[in-house]
């Protein structure tokens, strides 16, 4: 099937211009069938099952056919005229009778010409119209891309530190695959995506968030979006990231603050503690006698971006066990008899 520029749309369903609805429907059926892109894997399928759907879609609308057929001088009077033997009985009685009866007033000649003369300033407002609609139309084929998509993710301060994969659940849009985004299916609306031309599907997406990322940050997931319209590119996916609040980790521009709870033997006689870092973990030897709250700054183990690196900065606080057996309380109860030193002598009111 060939088509040409001007498109006529009685020639793209192969029907006369004076079918009824009933047969443009049924020819309607019989191309799309033969031009489905489903069916015909030929080159020019969908392009010939578009202009196939957009003819029925003006010939199958009473008042879209009317304007498609002023517009393009398809006219279809109705002849009122008698018969010719008719006519000729009439002119024959009316010749031999010119004595006996009056003949009728002659019609004014201005008046019948106004009567036949065509609505032009009519036809100027449905073909403006029409460029209009076509316009609209015509932006409306062009490519478009889908709808970006933005949701949140949470991730652990630990997840910061190591970096993770994540799995998102999102609900995003696609070109319904039985009326390939043209709304009908066999002359009828399509009853999958319900004349929409577009589906809503739900979608998983494995995400790798990255080392140092920080709070507030956006990802982008290209093309995970919504589909595009008319061949369109599909839109993007962005994330934006939030950090769950941990009393024991926090960040500062670049540098990483560790609050680390330790027991009091490690404080007393000095161990060495493991810390999580970017590249797994970090030995930090504690001096004898560290007090709660003391800090060691560790350098060149914090947050990298642009070229540059923070910090890490710990800070201890020593905790005892809840759980202490016979054996333990013994043991405090010795070094408190050993131990002379008073921790509160500095301490009070005004001091």
Known sequence: ??????????????????????????????????????????????????????????????????NYDILNGIFKEETKSKPKEEQSNTNTNTNTNTDNRTAPKAQNPQKQTKKNKPDFFKAFKIWSAKLKKNKRTKELHKPQKGENITTEVVITPDEVITGSKRIINIRTTKQCPKCNGHRFANGDKCPQCNGTGMITEAKKITVSIPKGVRHGAKLRLKGEGASGINGGANGDVFLIIRIETKTQVHYDKLNIYYNVPITPFEAALGEEISIPSF?????????????????????????????????????????????????????????KNLSHDDVRKNFGYGN
């Open 279 to 335: 590249d797994g973990t970090i030995k930090l030897k504690l001096p004898k006698n560290t007090c709660s709250g003391q800090k060691f700054r560790i350098a060149g183990q914090g947050i990298k971006k642009g070229g540059k690196i923070g910090d890490l900065i710990v800070t201890v606080s020593i905790e005892f066990s809840h759980n202490l057996s016979d054996d333990e309380i013994r043991l405090y109860e010795q070094l």
């Open 1 to 66: 099937m060939a088509f040409n520029t001007t498109k006529n749309y009685y020639e793209i369903l192969e029907v006369s211009t004076g079918s009824t609805i009933i047969e443009i429907k049924s020819a309607y059926r019989k191309q799309a069938r033969k031009y489905h892109p489903d069916i015909n894997k030929s080159p020019d399928a969908i392009e010939i099952f578009k202009e196939i759907t957009k003819a029925y879609e003006v010939l199958s609308d009473e008042k879209e056919r009317r």
